[in-house]
């Protein structure tokens, strides 16, 4: 059974630092593209970032929200996925989802087939 | 950014009532479209991918349909456990993006 745990969330001031963790079982994780999306308190789904798998040399990309604040890195030797957080803003303060991809091969379509129960990060001084 | 728009943003029905959500792309994203419902203080859960690929365990009164820039989520014969927020999202181009929800409520 493909299992998502997201850990690390907590109250930070702006400005500061966080860094998150997603242990996954139940698959490989070197196999799978894995992304972090958020959900602001009463909000919608936004998309953060991609981890890519090891036949796409884990390649990485970012929202432009996020993109040179955040860093996605995994241990698979550890089945780990982080989100290293810097220079945060209040507008960063959501639930933050770990997922994993999956794909139809035949026509190359990815969605968010398994999402952990997300972790909380509020930004405040 | 391709904005996915959502259509109502919330309704309120019946058990037992059919239900339509619809979805809008700002730009074609041919069968890119993938649905997924949320209940409060859950994590989203997949429904349906590829526009009408049916996620396993999902049952049948759930169907999509649609290509290019319009598409639509239906639920025949709405059932309890179905009132939640419903999303569409769009996996055509970089970034992916979210509709803004459908919240579907008890009348």
């Known amino acids: 059974e493909v299992q998502l745990v997201e850990s690390g969330g907590g109250l930070v001031q702006p400005g500061g630092s966080l860094r998150l963790s997603c242990a996954a079982s139940g698959f490989t994780l070197s196999d799978h593209y894995m992304d972090w999306v958020r959900q602001a308190p009463g909000k919608g789904l936004e998309w953060v970032g991609r981890s890519r798998n090891k036949a796409n040399s884990y390649s990485t990309e970012y929202a432009a929200s996020v993109q040179g604040r955040f860093t996605i890195s995994r241990d698979d030797s550890k089945n780990s996925l982080y989100l290293q957080m810097n220079s945060l803003e209040t507008d960063d303060t959501a639930v933050y989802y770990c997922?994993?991809?999956?794909?139809?091969?035949?026509?190359?379509?990815?969605?968010?087939?398994?999402w952990g129960q997300g972790t909380l990060v509020t930004v405040s001084s | 950014d391709i904005q996915m728009t959502q259509s109502p943003s919330s309704l309120s029905a019946s058990v037992g009532d059919r239900v339509t959500i619809t979805c809008r792309a700002s730009q074609s994203i041919s069968s890119y479209l993938n649905w997924y419902q949320q209940k409060p203080g859950k994590a989203p859960k997949l429904l349906i991918y590829s526009v009408f690929s049916l996620q396993s365990g999902v049952p049948s009164r759930f169907s999509g349909s649609g290509s290019g820039t319009d598409f639509t989520l239906t639920i025949t014969s709405l059932q309890v456990e179905d009132f939640a927020t419903y999303y569409c999202q769009q996996s055509s181009s970089n970034p992916w993006t979210f509709g803004q929800g459908t919240k579907v409520e008890i009348k």
């Open positions: 997922t994993r991809l999956a794909v139809v091969a035949a026509t190359r379509t990815y969605y968010f087939a398994y």
